[in-house]
């Protein structure tokens, strides 16, 4: 495969992973639960596009280690049958030795800060709404928001939906 930006490798190893996860939930009342998350992730022959100069495409090729530590905390409120707020946090870490002189395409790209706050309604038993709002930092850039919204019948044989995420087009 190529195409002017990128191009393919017929010798890429099969990517492996694992991973570990591990964390508490209380519930110090029916209406509350705090939740916290510690995981990692290791990969072995992650796959990748690199490229040592601006002016040349990428190049599929595997990275030899690659690993990622995280936690996650989350708030869920439930003040009656027909509400939920929820507010969360994820912050993720990305580790990967040098690549000598090389830019990833990929690696470097994922969230390294991410906080939403939810809020989920039932209208009149059969509607159910939702909205969030979301801050989302990538590694090495500007933080920006990500606004959702959505709509589903919550009854029925027939439940259809709606929703529009990004709604601020960021």
Known sequence: YHDPANRGNAHLRPESAWNVEAGP?????????????????????????IRSAVDQPYFATNLTQISF???????????????R??????????????????TSKYVYSHPSNNAVATWTGTLRGQMLLNASIR?????AADAYAVFDIGAAR??????????????GNT
């Open 25 to 49: 939930e209380w519930s110090p009342t029916a209406r509350l639960l705090l939740s916290s998350t510690v995981f990692y992730r290791r990969v072995s022959n992650g796959i990748d596009y």
């Open 85 to 102: 707020f929820s507010l969360g946090w994820t912050a993720l870490r990305g580790y990967q030795g040098s690549l000598t002189g090389t």
């Open 154 to 167: 919550s009854t029925g044989r027939l439940r259809p939906y709606a929703r529009l995420q990004n709604a």
């Open 69 to 83: 530590l995280g936690v996650e905390s989350a708030v869920q409120y439930v003040p009656s049958t027909r509400q």
């Open 135 to 139: 801050v989302v930092q990538r590694y």
